[in-house]
């Protein structure tokens, strides 16, 4: 998994953007591609036909600057601990 972070102003569609990552997924299949490790002891390549980009989003109003980099590590700490 590749997780990015951007300090955005203004307005942000993030559900043109969601879309837009989606075509981008569609169009490349290497971001449709898993590997499974449990099938006859050798890892088994899947491309997927259809699959959908995993988005997500936290939206940190009234941070900035230093407090946001502050905010960040901890958020993802908490998103990881979430997934275990």
């Known amino acids: 998994m590749k997780q990015a972070s951007f300090d955005l102003q203004g307005h942000f569609n993030i559900d043109a953007f969601a879309a837009s ?14 590997f499974y490790s449990g099938w006859k002891d050798e890892p088994l390549q899947v491309v997927y036909r259809n699959k959908r980009s995993e988005l997500y989003v936290e939206d940190l109003p009234g941070y900035g600057g230093r407090a946001a980099k502050r905010v960040h590590p901890r ?10």
């Open 21 to 34: 990552l989606d075509v981008l997924v569609q169009r490349h299949t290497a971001l449709r591609t898993n």
């Open 75 to 84: 958020i993802y700490e908490q998103r990881q601990a979430e997934r275990l």
